[in-house]
């Protein structure tokens, strides 16, 4: 089968070189002209013969909504395009109109895998019709994992069931990587434990908590045994956000991955004006101290040690440099910038 593939970065030139592998022909477009395979979208078109099957694997949001209209002028009646990048649900009811309207069919596809999708294949979720699924599904094959098809691969639903898996599927990512977080920090804490790391890989086999992102927290605590210089700053990709809002829309309590989401936020936040707000109250109801800025960044670096005196937070305050403040909430402010990330960002 011959493929079209828009979207050569970490994701997607891993995908063309899995689905090489498998014995198809693929044709990939990149902006980078040093990775793709074609000058143009118009050169990918005309290499393909009708009918054409386009595989989209660029950044969520105006981009894969850029490329879907460019196809929509360039491709004919009875081609397919299929977006597995990690597009919100609700575009894909307008793709799919869109190119309806030429005759030309629609997909979506949820992708998991990551960087390592190349050798352990890509898990895969796909909304549309099932006849088009059903001629696409030797590129499906392709990139998912060896073994049973309903093991990596699932036809979801209708157009937008794909990604709308996949938002969940993050959702619930979200929520099992602040648990295995919010373990690490509880041993890290305890002074009779002296081998954090060992303690994440003996539960790697065996007991109900082992997965693959346990086995990769093993590998992050392997390479880095402390998490020295590792910054807690934690963007959010909108699968998250749009998570919780479906959530919200459908009456579903969601308190886990709300949570981490939640957590996510508060990580860019060097000073929470929330726990302001608390200081000051409980300063105005109770006479409890209000400590400045730079008593708490004093406090906090004294945490790890444990408890501190009030006169030794005081002494530590003097000591304090409000500009260490002061820049990391400009890195953080420049890294907020961005937005959120999509979650496919670093496929193109």
């Not at 030797?138 to 699932?154: K, M, S, T």
């Not at 919200?248 to 302001?276: D, E, G, K, Y």
């Amino acid at each position: 089968m011959k493929l079209g593939l828009i979207g050569l970065g970490k994701m997607g030139g891993n995908m063309r070189e899995r689905i090489r592998r498998a014995g198809h022909e693929v044709v990939g477009y990149d902006i980078n002209p040093a990775i793709s395979d074609v000058p143009s979208l118009e050169a990918l078109v005309a290499s393909l013969e009708a009918p054409r099957v386009v595989w989209t694997m660029v950044a969520a949001g105006e981009i894969t909504r850029k490329t879907v209209a460019a196809l929509a002028d360039l491709l004919s009646e009875g081609d397919l395009v299929i977006d597995g990048g990690n597009s919100r649900f609700t575009d894909d009811f307008e793709n799919d109109k869109l190119l309806g309207a030429k005759g030309i069919g629609y997909l979506d596809c949820g992708v998991s895998g990551g960087i390592w999708g190349l050798e352990n294949g890509y898990g895969l979720m796909v909304g549309g019709q099932d006849a088009l699924v059903e001629r696409a599904m030797p590129i499906f094959d392709a990139l998912r994992p060896e073994g049973p098809r309903d093991e990596g691969f699932v036809h979801a639903g209708d157009v937008g069931a794909g990604h709308y898996t996949k938002m969940v599927h993050n959702g619930i990512e979200y929520g099992l990587m602040h648990a295995y977080a919010e373990g690490y920090e509880l041993l890290e804490k305890k002074d009779i434990v002296k081998n954090v790391p060992g303690a994440f890989k003996a539960w790697s086999r065996g007991t109900v908590v082992r997965s693959w992102l346990l086995d990769l927290m093993v590998k992050a605590l392997e390479e880095n045994p402390t998490l020295d210089d590792v910054s807690d700053y934690t963007v959010d990709s909108g699968e998250g956000r749009w998570t919780v809002e479906e959530a919200i829309a459908l009456s579903v309590p969601m308190p886990v991955i709300s949570a981490s989401l939640f957590a996510r936020f508060a990580s860019r936040q060097l000073v929470s004006p929330t726990m302001q707000a608390v200081a000051a109250l409980r300063g105005q109801f109770g006479g409890h101290q209000v400590m400045t800025l730079a008593e708490g960044v004093a406090l906090r670096e004294q945490a790890a040690t444990g408890p501190q005196a009030a006169s030794e937070v005081k002494a530590h305050a003097a000591e304090a440099k409000p500009a260490d403040a002061e820049t990391a909430a400009a890195k953080g402010a420049e890294a907020a910038s961005a937005g959120p990330s999509s979650g496919s960002g670093s496929t193109n």
